[in-house]
């Protein structure tokens, strides 16, 4: 099971913009509304993938607990690439977690540029890089 969650607003559309591209990928997301992260989501998770680096210690300030399996798509992505095959999430964190320093979430590149209240082509942006990360990670995973 996937869900969408973030940190703003809880029961909101998404933006109209966002939903215009994704639309123009073949994706409908007009019924969808957001999800506001909260501490029982985060312990019922397998794995969290963040938008941002600074999504790491959010979470982690929701839920202590939830730091070993909160992982920014980027890195999930970066880590992927040195691994063969298809692996479980427990592999992927257990990789992750090996050398972990926690104030790499706020100094290293492991962000997806945020198109909220930007342009369309931001969004397209944002749209089309979401897509093939997720592809690499989720694609990859058991």
Not at 28 to 40: E, I, M, Q, T, W
Not at 89 to 94: F, I, Q
Not at 107 to 124: E, F
């Amino acid at each position: 099971m996937f869900r969408s969650a973030g940190f703003l607003t809880q029961d909101e559309p998404c933006p109209a913009l966002l939903l215009r591209a994704l639309r123009e990928v073949g994706v409908d997301a007009s019924a969808h509304r957001s999800y506001r992260l909260d501490p029982a989501s985060l312990e019922a998770a397998d794995i969290v993938l963040t938008m941002e680096g600074q999504h790491v210690p959010s979470a982690t300030r929701l839920h202590r607990p939830a730091f070993t399996k909160v992982v920014p798509l980027k890195e999930a992505a970066d880590v992927m690439g040195f691994l063969p095959g298809r692996l479980a999430v427990s592999d992927l964190l257990d990789e992750v977690n090996r050398s972990r320093d926690p104030r790499t979430y706020l100094s290293k590149g492991w962000d997806v540029a945020d198109p909220y209240k930007r342009k369309l082509r931001d969004y397209r942006r944002a749209v089309a890089e979401i897509d093939e990360l997720v592809g690499q990670v989720v694609g990859r995973l058991l």
